[in-house]
T-cell receptor
Framework: DAGVTQSPTHLIKTRGQHVTLRCSPI?????VSWYQQVLGQGPQFIFQ???????GRGNFPDRFSARQFPNYSSELNVNALLLGDSALYLC?????????????FGPGTRLTVL | AQKVTQAQTEISVVEKEDVTLDCVYETRDTTYYLFWYKQPPSGELVFLIR??????QNEISGRYSWNFQKSTSSFNFTITASQVVDSAVYFC?????????????FGSGTRLQVQP
């Protein structure tokens, strides 16, 4: 079975632009979470979606938004990009919302903002 | 507030040495889960283990072992007879059940370099 897939792999943008990152969960998984990992740090939680509804949000500005589609894939949108948004964006999927559910991570999208 | 601390930023060992990665956590929940993930240079986080707060039994999986002690809020990870392929960044993470906070809170990671 395919794991979590993310696209694109790499992305270069300039300040002020917007970006859309995409994630496809493992088949049968209904929950998708997004994390931001700045170089040299641990991943930071951005959003969690389950059954197309937002179920959790981290401490990120409103420039960050996301949505989940009927096929459980997800998009993360970031508007008005700042240099500090440069990071590896990780998507994770899990079967459901239970806390103990293992989260399977994708390879990430590396975003560079110039 | 929940917090995970990995005080060791970087560890370098020679192949076949044993190495222990430390993890200390803070939470007010009585039910929580602890995880270890491995992040090789490719960037993808690889799940290693999950432990719930009611199970303090140590666990061994091949060369990997984990020591969970609630009394010291620690969940340490030991690699026995390290190998070059163990070189990676290792993250400890926490999720909390009581508050319903399902997101993982990660530590800052420990970079392990195993020299041949």
């Amino acid at each position: 079975d395919a794991g979590v897939t993310q696209s694109p792999t790499h992305l270069i943008k300039t300040r002020g632009q917007h970006v859309t990152l995409r994630c496809s969960p493992i088949s049968g998984h209904k929950s998708v979470s997004w994390y931001q990992q700045v170089l040299g740090q641990g991943p930071q939680f951005i959003f969690q979606y389950y059954e197309k509804e937002e179920r959790g949000r981290g401490n990120f500005p409103d420039r960050f938004s996301a949505r989940q589609f009927p096929n459980y894939s997800s998009e993360l949108n970031v508007n008005a990009l700042l240099l500090g948004d440069s990071a590896l964006y990780l998507c994770a999927s899990s079967r459901g919302l239970a806390t103990h559910n293992e989260q399977f991570f994708g390879p990430g999208t590396r975003l560079t903002v110039l | 507030a929940q917090k995970v601390t990995q005080a060791q930023t970087e560890i370098s060992v020679v192949e076949k040495e044993d190495v222990t990665l430390d993890c200390v956590y803070e939470t007010r929940d009585t039910t929580y889960y602890l995880f270890w993930y491995k992040q090789p240079p490719s960037g993808e986080l690889v799940f290693l283990i999950r432990r719930n707060s009611f199970d303090e039994q140590n666990e061994i999986s091949g060369r990997y072992s984990w020591n969970f002690q609630k009394s010291t809020s620690s969940f340490n990870f030991t690699i026995t007879a390290s190998q070059v392929v163990d070189s990676a960044v290792y993250f400890c993470a926490l999720s909390e059940a009581d508050t319903g906070r399902r997101a993982l809170t990660f530590g800052s990671g420990t970079r392990l370099q195993v020299q041949p």
